[in-house]
């Protein structure tokens, strides 16, 4: 049984540029969720999916954020016009959703730099 | 508004101590799913425990140790014999629960850096 997957583990881009992230989770998992982790601080949640479903979006998620799971397998996180206060650890999750077993697993994360 | 407070910033210990990380949370929900994650400085968050609130009884998992107290709001986390190995970023985290019993987005507490010194 594999972990959650994230690539890439590193992209430093100049301001202005978009990037994308692929996030794969754990084979059985139908919630998968995208945080994010600045320097000393915890995760922040941006949004998750059921499914294919997106059921909720934090106002940290602005309008340059964008995020897909179109098969309710692998998701994709994608910042358009990138600033360096994006500069950050972007990490997802996936989980069970229903039930008694509900908790989230990590993949290593993609550490984002902004020049 | 749900949030975790975790106090201390840093902890050093040497080695074979005990030490213990303290968690403070708030919620207005009834039902709600409390977890201690370790990031280590590879960076991975790894999953420690899951306790529902429903449940106050504390648990032992060899050398760790979690005590929920529901009265003062509180889950504290206690390493005995503390290694080397234990050296890592400690995060609580607090979830709400849906109707349909899953739990939702987690929210994080600051984490606790704790340094175990040979």
């Known amino acids: 049984d594999t972990g959650v997957s994230q690539d890439p583990r590193h992209k430093i881009t100049k301001r202005g540029q978009n990037v994308t992230f692929r996030c794969d989770p754990i084979s059985e998992h139908n919630r998968l969720y995208w945080y994010r982790q600045t320097l000393g601080q915890g995760p922040e949640f941006l949004t998750y999916f059921q499914n294919e479903a997106q059921l909720e979006k934090s106002r940290l998620l602005s309008d340059r954020f964008s995020a897909e799971r179109p098969k309710g397998s692998f998701s994709t996180l994608e910042i358009q016009r990138t600033e360096q206060g994006d500069s950050a650890m972007y990490l997802c999750?996936?989980?069970w959703g229903g039930g008694a077993t509900d908790t989230q697993y990590f993949g290593p994360g993609t550490r984002l730099t902004v020049l | 508004a749900q949030k975790v407070t975790q106090a201390q910033t840093e902890i050093s210990v040497v080695e074979k101590e005990d030490v213990t990380l303290d968690c403070v949370y708030e919620?207005?929900?009834?039902?709600?799913?409390l977890f201690w994650y370790k990031q280590p400085p590879s960076g991975e968050l790894v999953f420690l425990i899951r306790r529902n609130s429903f449940d106050e009884q504390n648990e032992i998992s060899g050398r760790y140790s979690w005590n929920f107290q529901k009265s003062t709001s509180s889950f504290n986390f206690t390493i005995t014999a503390s290694q080397v190995v234990d050296s890592a970023v400690y995060f609580c985290a607090l979830s709400e629960v849906k109707s349909t019993g899953a739990n939702s987005k987690l929210t994080f507490g600051k984490g606790i850096t704790l340094s175990v010194r040979p």
């Open positions: 919620t207005r929900d009834t039902t709600y799913y």
């Open positions: 999750a996936s989980g």
